[in-house]
Each structure stands twice: as structure tokens, then as C-alpha cells.
T-cell receptor
Framework: NAGVMQNPRHLVRRRGQEARLRCSPM?????VYWYRQLPEEGLKFMVY????????ESGMPKERFSAEFPKEGPSILRIQQVVRGDSAAYFC?????????????FGAGTRLSVL | GDSVTQMEGPVTLSEEAFLTINCTYT??????LFWYVQYPGEGLQLLLK?????DKGSNKGFEATYRKETTSFHLEKGSVQVSDSAVYFC??????????FGTGTSLTVIP
């Protein structure tokens, strides 16, 4: 039973390029969450998605960031026109339909470096 | 809003020493509480959890008790090993939709 799969593990982009981060949830999970971890900090919630729906994007920056979770295929976190401050580890988590007792299962993360 | 305050590190201990990492929380409801561990270059793994007051979560020799009266969920282990070296995150979730994480405590155990 594969866990949450994220790719790529490492991504290097130059300023102004686009970064696309992919996340395949655990089998049977239909809820995906994206978090960002800046150096020396904890994880900060970005967005929560179900298939074809954004449920909560209260943690997403207003510009350049977008996320989707299509009916088929992985969830994508897209960062347009990257800047150095976007350098961070981006973690995806998945869960079955959430409730207060549910657990989120995390992928190994994508480490984005912006040159 | 909900938040977690975690003991700052880094923490360095000798093998077989006693470990405590403090965690306190603020929440409007009755959250579930978690400890996650992150080994170098890896994602977060759930270490233990507690879903209601006075519950004790335990795993791999680690324990934490959900204390509603002190709004705390301190992580303890009686005898640490070198393999326990990692970053430990305290987290809470009231709804299951969004987790709130502490800033993490880096633990290094030396032989």
C-alpha cells in the first residue's frame, strides 16, 4: 500500500520560472492538503482540496500560487514566476474524509530551490 | 485562533538520557493532539496522538498525555537512543481539515 507520493523530490528553478509540484494521495484517500515549511520553521497550511474542488485556500498566497486536484491524476501545486522567497519544502498530506479524529499522512516533500 | 507553542531547540542529549519536549496549545474547541517526527530529508511521520482529555498517546517508548487543564501535550521518553535524533513537531487539529504545527524541536542524541 503505497503512501503519499510527491515528485519531484528536489526542484531547482531560476527566478521568474514556473514550478509544478505533484502529489498522489494514498490509495482510498480523496482529500489532499498542501503545507509549506520554510527553513527553521514549522509547517504552514496552504490549501485543502477534494477531487475537483478547493475546500479551503486560506493559507495560499494571493498571487502566483494555485492548486488543483483533478478527477484523474495527481494534485498539482503551481507556483508562477518564482522568487527566492519561495524556496522551501512543500509537503502534501492526504486523508480519508476528515473528522476531528482523523490523521493526515504526509509525503516526503518537494524541496524547491530558487536561484 | 488555534495555535501550538513548542519548546525551542536544539536539544542535545546523551544516549539513555530522559527526554521532555514541551508543547502547549490554544484552541477554541476540543482538538486532537499529535506528535510528528521528521528524520533528515524525509517527510513527517505520525509518532503518537491523543483525541480527548487525559488520553495518553504512546509509541516506540515515547509518551504524551493530553492535559486539558494546562492545555499541554508534552512529549517524553525515558531513555533516548541515537536513532531518535530528528525534528519533533507538536500539532493540533480541531476539524481534521487543517493542522496547526509548532515550529519543531531538533533533537540530537550523542553516543
Amino acid at each position: 500500500n503505497a503512501g503519499v507520493m510527491q515528485n519531484p523530490r528536489h526542484l531547482v528553478r531560476r527566478r521568474g520560472q514556473e514550478a509544478r509540484l505533484r502529489c498522489s494521495p494514498m490509495k482510498g484517500h480523496s482529500h489532499v492538503y498542501w503545507y509549506r515549511q520554510l527553513p527553521e520553521e514549522g509547517l504552514k497550511f496552504m490549501v485543502y482540496l477534494q477531487k475537483e474542488n478547493i475546500i479551503d485556500e486560506s493559507g495560499m498566497p494571493k498571487e502566483r500560487f494555485s492548486a488543483e486536484f483533478p478527477k484523474e491524476g495527481p494534485s498539482i501545486l503551481r507556483i508562477q514566476q518564482v522568487v527566492r522567497g519561495d524556496s522551501a519544502a512543500y509537503f502534501c498530506a492526504s486523508s480519508p474524509p476528515p473528522g476531528a479524529k482523523n490523521i493526515q499522512y504526509f509525503g516526503a516533500g518537494t524541496r524547491l530551490s530558487v536561484l | 485562533g488555534d495555535s501550538v507553542t513548542q519548546m525551542e531547540g536544539p536539544v542535545t542529549l546523551s544516549e539513555e538520557a530522559f527526554l521532555t519536549i514541551n508543547c502547549t496549545y490554544t484552541a477554541t474547541g476540543y482538538p486532537s493532539l499529535f506528535w510528528y517526527v521528521q528524520y533528515p530529508g524525509e517527510g513527517l511521520q505520525l509518532l503518537l496522538k491523543a483525541t480527548k482529555a487525559d488520553d495518553k498517546g504512546s509509541n516506540k517508548g515515547f509518551e504524551a498525555t493530553y492535559r486539558k487543564e494546562t492545555t499541554s501535550f508534552h512529549l517524553e521518553k525515558g531513555s533516548v537512543q541515537v536513532s531518535d535524533s530528528a525534528v519533533y513537531f507538536c500539532a493540533l487539529s480541531s476539524t481534521g481539515n487543517q493542522f496547526y504545527f509548532g515550529t519543531g524541536t531538533s533533537l540530537t542524541v550523542i553516543p
